[in-house]
């Protein structure tokens, strides 16, 4: 009846029966055994050691007695005596797997590890079955670091039982320790099964697709693990990253938001913020981000690192160069920051410490297309085209680039009656730029298709270009051959003495020539056409000039200026055409024919273009108008380094920053060369 009652877990009825079998047999060794056992059930382990020995002291060859002896010890922590009581247990029943598997829990307390590690093994043996001794040996071989055996334990776990939650943990952090993110994933997918509600599951099962680049997945999860804790930082932080990666920035701020309302101080969540404003072009934001991101952890490789990458985008380059070099001094091997310090050190015009930062960028990280892009760039500009080409190609490999085309790529074989298509890949300037070319791989005896951005086939096809076609259109001929438009100057092992410059290459549509002649006839005896803003997409474009910089043209006598700029996206032109004298004919260019169309034919009727380093550039110096470009204190690489003049363009005169940011110098410069040219009331020279 007491043993019923202890089964129960009745066990004060059961105490009470065994007391009274004591006083009236003291012999029964049993019933003293199962008085200890109760006691120590209810924590009384002091009256647990004094049951148990009596009972060991009437019959000691008992292992069980010894067994639960040792349990009483450890529950009084004199883990000396409870480890001898385990010993002794197994000297008299070597074979008792209970009795290997507490003496393994006490040696693990006891530090003794490496026999623990056995006793848990022997029990395994002994009892297959044993899903506790599969889990114990598979945390001490984890805490060794032995990640295959301590998968194997955990499996064993699981086999034993299968829903067995402490396992699945295990397993999968053991899984994603050794790489098996699968693994991993599918471990925390069937705790999200057994326990829906556990947080801890759905955060790690996001993070494991996170790392995978499964976003949407890891979305999901990550939500799943917030509507459970809501206040939980890291996850809202990791919900950020996700929704940062897949491009839904609003997303991806309010998450590092939350992160830091939930963490004052997460450094991550404001890194990460930063990041975000800077992708958001919020750039005096993200500053302010980085800034307290590094008040956290002031010797932040990472951070320091971004703030100087976001200071160099609003012009603050020498503020910028000093927390790079600070990143690559805490952290040598950080490629991005050379990359970035290399690029800084462009801006202020030291190319060989440029190319120094770049090579080690390139060295740390060998396959990085952007690194490699650069220092074409920095080749091409010091005129080293030898070099420089073949760099040039990896542009092909960046984010930027367009998707591969089927057919082999051209390297300027003789075509022999074969079609080729020749495509565009970046902006249109880039396009007008480069389209000189083609009349050189029509000489390789092909039948050449050009493929460009559909706004520029009129114009193209106006200048005599054939088989113009819309770049990746649907009516793409059946080609043997395709190559970019931009390798085409490698391909011909182009150098400076033998750039194409045969100018004009573009021409303007007679009836719109004529028609603006009409329109431009009263306007003045020195007309110059004018363009100061560059990407609308860009709103700190450096290229771009503050519309009032031309003020001091607008003195000059006899000069007119003409705009030609298109959606200038900051209405400087309301603000201050009138006061410049601005003629504007901003709803009639180019609204029906094409892009440049109308542009190229008010164009021919100038006595000179003044602009900004944009596609205009390009359009002026193809039609051989007189164009001075004006251009940042560091430009792209195709206006060189110092030259006044351009190899592409013979008509083309750059005037060039002396200071980063000073257009106001720059612009006192051009307007005396202005008055000096209008003053002869002839068309200038380039």
């Known amino acids: 009846m007491a043993f019923s009652h202890h089964q129960r877990g009745e066990l004060a009825q059961a105490t009470t029966i065994y007391r009274q079998i004591v006083e009236a047999e003291p012999e029964h060794a049993d019933a003293w055994h199962l008085l200890g056992v109760a006691a120590h059930q209810e924590g009384r382990n002091d009256e647990a050691v004094k049951a148990i020995s009596r009972a060991i002291a009437i019959n000691p060859a008992r292992a069980v007695y ?24 197994l000297e008299l029943c070597e074979t008792d797997s209970q009795v290997h598997y507490n003496l393994a829990i006490l040696l693990n307390l006891r530090g003794k590890s490496a026999e623990a590690v056995e006793h ?221 310090l290399g690029q800084c050190l462009q801006f202020q015009g030291r190319f060989t410490l440029a190319l120094a930062s770049l090579d080690r960028a390139i060295a740390l990280n060998p396959t990085e297309p952007d690194y490699h892009y650069y220092r074409s760039c920095l080749w091409l500009m010091s005129g080293d085209f030898a070099r420089g080409w073949p760099e040039y190609e990896w542009r092909l490999k960046t984010r930027n680039a367009a998707g591969p085309y089927p057919q082999p790529r051209w390297q300027g074989e003789d075509l022999k009656g074969q079609r080729i298509v020749i495509h565009a890949e970046w902006g249109l300037g880039d396009t007008l730029h480069f389209i000189r070319y083609v009349p050189r791989v029509d000489q390789r005896g092909g039948d050449v298709f050009l493929a460009v951005q559909p706004s520029l086939i009129p114009l193209l096809e106006a200048s005599g270009f054939r088989q113009v076609i819309p770049v990746r259109g649907k009516l793409m001929p059946d080609c043997q051959w395709q190559v970019p438009l931009m390798s085409l100057p490698g391909i011909f092992h182009t150098s400076l003495a033998t750039i194409p410059a045969d100018i004009p290459y573009l021409a303007a549509r007679s009836e719109l020539v004529e028609k603006w002649r009409e329109r431009l006839r009263d306007l003045g005896s020195f007309k110059v056409g004018i363009h100061w803003h560059g990407s609308k997409a860009w709103a700190t474009d450096p290229r771009s000039i503050p519309l009032a910089e031309f003020e001091p043209l607008a003195r000059v006598g006899g000069v007119t200026l003409i705009s030609l700029q298109k959606n200038d996206p900051t209405r400087q032109l309301q603000e201050l055409g009138d006061r410049l004298g601005i003629v504007d004919f901003d709803d009639e260019l180019d609204v029906a024919g094409g892009a440049f169309m109308d542009t190229a034919a008010v164009m021919k009727h100038l006595d000179l273009v003044i602009t900004c380093d944009t596609g205009i550039a390009h359009v002026a110096g193809a039609l051989g108008v007189p164009v001075w470009v004006v251009l940042p204190r560091t430009s792209e690489w195709r206006w060189m380094w110092d030259r006044a003049d351009s190899p592409w363009y013979p008509t083309m005169r750059l005037f060039r920053q002396q200071t980063s940011g000073d257009w106001h110098r720059q612009f006192q410069d051009i307007a005396g060369e202005l008055t000096r040219v209008a003053s002869r009331c002839d068309k200038p020279t380039g």
Do not use: M
């Not at 010890?73 to 247990?89: F, K, P, T, V």
């Not at 939980?232 to 990666?245: F, I, P, V």
């Open 66 to 89: 010894h067994n639960h002896l040792g349990a009483a010890y450890a529950g009084l922590s004199d883990l000396e005596r409870a480890e001898a009581s385990l010993r002794r247990a």
């Open 120 to 340: 848990y093994r022997r029990a395994v043996e002994l009892n297959p079955r044993s899903a506790e001794a599969h889990l114990n040996l598979g945390n001490l071989l984890r805490d060794r670091e032995d990640w295959a055996a301590a998968e194997q334990s955990y499996r064993a776990a699981l086999a034993a039982r299968p829903r067995y939650v402490k396992a699945l943990v295990n397993l999968a952090a053991v899984c994603a320790r050794q790489r098996k993110l699968d693994e991993a994933q599918d471990a925390w997918r069937q705790i999200v099964e057994i326990e829906p509600r556990n947080f801890d599951a759905h955060f790690h099962l996001g993070s494991a697709l996170q790392s995978k680049g499964q976003l949407e997945g890891a979305i999901r999860s990550l939500q799943a693990a917030i509507l459970i804790d809501p206040r939980h930082a890291e996850a809202q932080n990791n919900l950020g990253c996700a929704h940062r990666a897949v491009g839904q920035l609003d997303e991806a701020e309010r998450c590092f938001r939350l992160a830091l309302d939930a963490r004052p101080g997460f450094f991550e969540a404001y890194n990460n913020l930063g990041a975000v404003r800077q992708s958001q072009l919020q750039h005096d934001a993200a500053i302010d981000c980085f800034r307290k991101a590094l008040e956290l952890k002031p010797a932040s490789a990472e951070a320091l690192a971004n703030l100087g990458s976001c200071l160099t985008l609003v012009g603050k380059t020498d503020e910028a160069i000093e927390y790079l070099r600070r990143a690559v001094a805490i952290d040598p091997n950080q490629a991005a920051a050379h990359n970035c």
